[in-house]
């Protein structure tokens, strides 16, 4: 079993994945990925670029990615991710790059995956992020569906999804 881990781990090292995935930890399970598993390198600390609001998407939220620039580079060295609510419990979001004003947006919205009342204030933030680390925690359940914490890492252009686990039953 040992030895199918570490072929495992060897594996995603290869593919790409780093430290993260190499860190196997005894019990055999993958180590919790870190934000400083995934250094950005330089920040962009210029003025952000116009966006380029290309698509109908984009047309849609238009206010909401125009405010969310305002904040300044928040992700992965030269990224902006701007947030805002779809409804009760629910997040969307898109990442912006400051240096060309291109606006990505994920296949999936968040919705807050609640416990019991008495815990709410030990909910974690849906969307984790550093601005000098590639690495975007997501905590919930993506379009409805599930409910875990996703770990991704920001591939100038895409979210891969690194790992996940599912979140305690209640």
Same mark, same amino acid.
């Given at each position: 079993m040992i030895g199918l881990i570490a072929v495992a781990g060897a594996l995603l090292?290869?593919?790409g994945f780093g430290q993260a995935s190499q860190a196997i930890s005894q019990k055999g399970g993958a180590k919790t @990925?870190? &934000?400083?598993?995934?250094?950005?390198?330089?920040?962009?600390?210029g003025k952000p670029a116009a966006l380029k609001? !290309?698509?109908?998407?984009?047309r849609k939220y238009r206010?909401?990615?125009r405010d969310s620039v305002k904040d300044g580079v928040n992700f992965a060295g030269h990224y902006i991710v701007g947030q805002w609510?779809?409804?009760?419990?629910?997040?969307?979001?898109?990442?912006?790059?400051?240096?060309?004003?291109?606006?990505?947006? @994920?296949? &999936?919205?968040?919705?807050?995956?609640?416990g019991p009342e008495e815990k709410m204030d030990e909910i974690p933030e849906p !969307?984790?992020?550093?601005?000098?680390?590639?690495l975007l925690i997501v905590t919930g359940a993506r379009n409805e569906k599930g409910g875990g914490v996703y770990y991704y890492k920001w591939d100038n252009k895409q979210l891969s999804?690194?790992?996940s686990t599912p979140l305690p039953k209640k």
């Open positions: 090292t290869a593919v @990925p870190d &934000f400083a598993d995934f250094p950005a390198g330089d920040r962009f600390d609001i !290309l698509t109908p998407q984009a206010t909401m990615l609510g779809c409804g009760g419990g629910c997040v969307q979001f898109a990442i912006i790059d400051a240096k060309t004003g291109d606006v990505f947006f @994920p296949g &999936f919205y968040v919705s807050v995956v609640d !969307l984790q992020f550093k601005p000098d680390s590639k999804l690194i790992s």
